[in-house]
């Protein structure tokens, strides 16, 4: 690999009413917006040999939508996946916020994951994909790990408090830089702590 872009998807009928969804399984296509979103995110990109996606709906509709006309093969890399959210599944994310701001990294909500668990699947993710042979990869996923992802390409480890990434926004990350990231990523995630 040599590029990575990384985006988040669309707004999804979750995210516009701020909720959170962890389980792929459950339906969540992007709202009108989103697809317009997605769209745009296309318009802004130039060659790409693989488009990485999650498991996720709204995921696959803005790599769909963003890249509508090209012949580009595809790899679901599920350790990129939404955190898991236990019993905050599908409520309010403000509701998610306040209750994981106020603990630690190695505190999970029941049923859920606790960010040492995630910043070591979204290294594992990211790591698969510096392995790969394709010069210019897109990567559709979620705002944590593009959040993760994108601060630890400069040397900062995850904190409590993240902000969002905005929707289907192109954001390139050399080689050294994705190196770089995972690297912080599988640190921190050996030993977490804010």
């Known amino acids: 690999m040599r590029e990575l872009v990384v985006a988040r998807h669309g707004e999804s009928e ?108 979204f290294a594992a993710g990211f790591r698969r994909l510096l392995e790969r042979p394709q010069k210019t990869i897109l990567l559709v996923s979620h705002s944590l790990p593009v959040r993760y992802v994108l601060d630890a390409s400069e040397g900062l480890s995850p904190c409590a408090k993240v902000d969002l990434v905005e929707y289907a926004v192109p954001h390139p990350l050399t080689r050294d830089q994705l190196a770089r990231a995972v690297d912080v990523l599988e640190t921190w995630a050996a030993a977490p702590a804010f």
């Open 14 to 121: 979750y995210s516009l009413k701020e909720l959170v969804n962890g389980d792929p399984a459950v339906a969540c296509p992007l709202t009108p917006a989103g697809r317009d979103q997605a769209r745009a995110l296309g318009a802004l990109l130039g060659d790409v040999d693989l488009v990485a996606i999650t498991e996720f709906e709204r995921v696959r509709e803005t790599a769909e939508l963003a890249l509508a006309g090209r012949d580009v093969p595809w790899l679901v890399v599920p350790e990129l996946n939404d955190p898991h959210y236990g019993t905050f599944e599908g409520g309010g994310l403000d509701v998610y916020r306040e209750w994981v701001w106020g603990r630690g990294p190695l505190e999970a909500p029941t049923g859920g994951e606790h960010r040492g668990q995630l910043a070591a699947r």
